[in-house]
């Protein structure tokens, strides 16, 4: 089932545009012009608002505020003014994200997939990324299923990429943060332990890239 | 009204009451020692001798008594030398002598007594007039009405002024004259009516009356006038003075001479003035250097935008003529669109870096979120040229007291920098850190990187004169410019330096807002 969205939008063609990127993105969207129309709708029927905020019938932040006061669904709110207070005003009313106008319809897909993305319910005891099983208790790791040796440092660097999956982790962090202390820790080192992580992953191991400029990442299976 | 006018007015309706109220009360006063002076006179004169006169002779009274009576109190039928008419009695009646007392053996004669001082050379007369007001002197003169009232009504004394009316070559007279009840209050003399006739005319004398007050009065009203009219020139001076300095934009001085609060308010003039004259030359300034970043900027302004309607104008040619779209065409009207509102976003950022007045507005934000916002604002541009755009952030939360307009513009600025004039197909990364209780955000490109004198140039204060040139081939004009003083103005530091892995890394660093409890 496609998430619904409320986009309140009084521009016809900025509306017309939005609506569309949406729904080729497989969104299914109601497109409101009005802000006192906005008002008056029950905002439980929605996984997602998008607010603009200069709106005929009543102003973008009333409308927040009135939503805000009925639940707590993600709201995205579209901005023309540069103007800080108006950010923060929208901010401090529970706006999740705002975008300040003009924007790339993509980056406005893009904000609104992170936010339907609900958060995985993370167990702290065991991580799943793709084939890799991660046992924090046990420290043990499995690829597909079977159980792989790995040194402290290699199960503590699986461990910190696993736990932000798709987040590039900067080389400085994981030398600070993974690298016993006690030893002279190198970011040359660094890249030694993670090439004989990638070579004991097996054919898992090409999931863990290299970023450019930063360090690693432990990619989405879906290559993305 | 003029201050001078409204002096004068001000001075002449106080004076003028003034001087009346004192003429009045004076003459209030000398009515009444006169009144005192004749009623004693009468008195005395009665008790020294000229009751037992009067009682002697009543038909026959009068004091002083007529000259044409020796030896007498007064003759009768005597001429009367000051016109005083012929006596008659009450309602025209008779004067007739009743109740006449057998003289007392003393000498009728009174006794010399000093006349009361009048205002002018004066003439006294007593005449008396029995219990019922009638006399028995037929020259006595006529009682008037308010004279009887008065003695009717149980008075000692009762008085009023008269006046004689001209006759036989004699002007007219006026006096004063006072009807007294005698202690022994019967007989034939029971009231003695005391006339004082003014010889000369009182009118000037009463006139005279006026002059001492008024003159009074009319020296005050005009030296305070003449000691005012100086103070009001100077204050017509200073209004020109001011007026000059206001037409002359305030360039001109008041210039007020001396060491009053005259002076005081010329100086305070100046002062207004002078801060108005810094008011306008800073916003004359203001106005000057925002108009020639206009100038400069509209230039590049209208340069992508005209580039963008000639990459429009071929894709519409190549639709309608049925050919396949051109990728690079397309790519690169996106870019232009994009940098055109880059280019807007900054000139706004630069309006309010320029008005050094304006306050930043600091709020407590999320570095992460304004971070993962600069980079997937670049990520259209970035796919477009091939760019590998990525970004780290940090396990935990950094937050920052920022102005998030300003700051996110700056970050953004960096960011589109990179994309935009790295290589094409190269990388761009974006890395928040956290450095002990500093933040630090990189923004790292494989690009050509700017030459070590460039990037000197690049720090220098005058930036913004040269940015107009700078600004489209190099691009790192106003984006950068103007990330480092929003830099400046947080009090964070901004460096340019070459990436280790080749091309340019702008490095921001500034504290971490202490956790809020």
């Known amino acids: ?224 | 009204m003029r201050l001078a006018t409204r002096l004068g007015l001000t001075l002449l309706v106080t004076a003028v009451p003034l001087t009346l109220g004192l003429v009045i009360v004076r003459e209030r006063a000398s009515r009444t020692a006169e009144l005192d002076a004749l009623v004693d006179y009468a008195r005395g004169r009665m008790e020294s001798g000229g009751r037992d006169a009067c009682e002697e002779a009543p038909e026959d009274f009068q004091d002083p008594p007529r000259r044409t009576g020796p030896g007498r109190f007064g003759p009768p039928g005597g001429r009367d030398p000051l016109g005083l008419g012929p006596g008659r009695g009450l309602d025209g009646g008779p004067v007739g002598g009743n109740g006449a007392r057998p003289p007392r053996g003393r000498n009728p004669r009174p006794e010399p007594m000093p006349m009361p001082a009048g205002p002018v050379a004066s003439r006294f007369e007593l005449w008396a007039y029995n219990q019922d007001f009638r006399s028995d002197n037929p020259s006595a003169p006529l009682l008037d009405a308010d004279l009887r009232r008065d003695l009717g009504t149980g008075a000692e004394f009762g008085s009023n002024s008269f006046t004689l009316p001209e006759r036989s070559g004699l002007p007219m007279r006026s006096g004063f004259q006072a009807l007294v009840r005698m202690p022994w209050a019967e007989g034939p003399c029971a009231l003695v009516l005391a006339r004082r006739i003014d010889l000369a005319d009182t009118t000037a004398d009463r006139f005279g009356r006026f002059i001492a007050p008024a003159l009074l009065a009319g020296v005050l009203v005009l030296t305070t006038l003449f000691a005012f009219l100086p103070f009001v020139r100077r204050v017509r001076d200073l209004k020109h003075g001011v007026q000059r300095s206001a037409a002359s934009g305030y360039a001109e001085l008041v210039g007020a001479r001396g060491h009053d609060e005259l002076s005081e308010l010329g100086q305070a003039f100046d002062a207004a003035g002078s801060a108005v004259r810094g008011q306008i030359e800073r916003l004359e300034q203001r106005d000057r250097s925002l108009r020639a970043f206009v100038e400069n900027t509209t230039h590049d302004v209208m340069l992508p935008l005209t580039v963008l309607q000639g990459h429009l104008s071929a894709l519409e040619r190549r639709a309608s003529a049925g050919e396949p779209t051109d990728p690079v065409r397309v790519r690169e009207a996106q870019e232009e669109a994009h940098y055109l509102g880059a280019l807007l976003e900054n000139l706004g950022a630069a309006a309010r870096l320029e008005a050094d007045e304006v306050p930043l507005a600091l709020h407590r934000m999320s570095l992460n979120r304004l971070v993962e916002r600069a980079v997937s604002r670049q990520t259209t541009i970035a796919r477009g040229r091939g760019v590998e755009l990525v970004h780290a952030l940090p396990g935990e939360e950094v937050e920052v007291l920022a102005d998030v307009a300003l700051f996110e513009r700056a970050v953004s600025n960096l960011v589109q920098n990179a994309v935009r004039y790295g290589r094409e197909g190269g990388h761009v990364a974006v890395v928040l850190e956290i450095d002990g209780a500093d933040f630090v955000v990189r923004v790292l490109d494989d690009g050509p990187g700017v030459a070590d004198e460039e990037l000197a140039r690049l720090a220098e204060r005058s930036y913004r004169t040269e940015a107009a040139r700078r600004r489209h081939p190099t691009g790192t004009g106003l984006g950068l410019s103007i990330a480092k003083e929003v830099c400046e103005r947080h009090g964070f530091r901004f460096q340019l330096k070459r990436a280790e892995v080749g091309g340019l890394e702008a490095i921001l660093r500034g504290p971490i807002a202490p956790r809020a409890f």
């Open chain 1, 1 to 224: 089932m496609s998430a619904r969205i409320l986009l309140v939008e009084d521009d016809e063609k900025l509306g017309r545009q939005i609506v569309e990127h949406l729904t080729e993105a497989g969104l299914e969207a109601q497109w409101l012009r009005d802000g006192g129309t906005a008002l008056g709708m029950t905002p439980q029927n929605w996984a997602l608002l998008i607010l603009d905020l200069m709106l005929p019938g009543a102003h973008g932040l009333d409308v927040l505020k009135r939503w805000r006061s009925q639940c707590d669904i993600p709201v995205l709110v579209l901005s023309a003014k540069q103007d800080a207070a108006v950010k923060v005003r929208a901010l401090e009313l529970g706006a999740d994200d705002y975008m300040t106008k003009p924007f790339w319809p993509e980056e406005l897909v893009a904000r609104v997939q992170a936010r339907l993305r609900r958060p995985v319910l993370a167990r702290a005891d065991r991580v799943d990324h793709g084939p890799i099983g991660i046992d924090v208790t046990a420290r043990r790791v499995f690829v597909a299923n079977a159980e792989i040796e790995l040194t402290k440092v290699e199960f503590d660097l699986l461990h910190a990429l696993a736990m932000r999956p798709d987040a590039a982790i900067a080389r400085s962090w994981l030398v600070q943060n993974v690298l016993p202390p006690e030893r002279d820790g190198t970011e040359r080192t660094l890249d030694v332990h993670v090439s004989r992580l990638r070579k004991k992953l097996g054919s898992a191991g090409a999931l863990l890239g290299t970023v450019w400029g930063i360090g690693y990442k432990l990619k989405r299976e879906d290559g993305a």
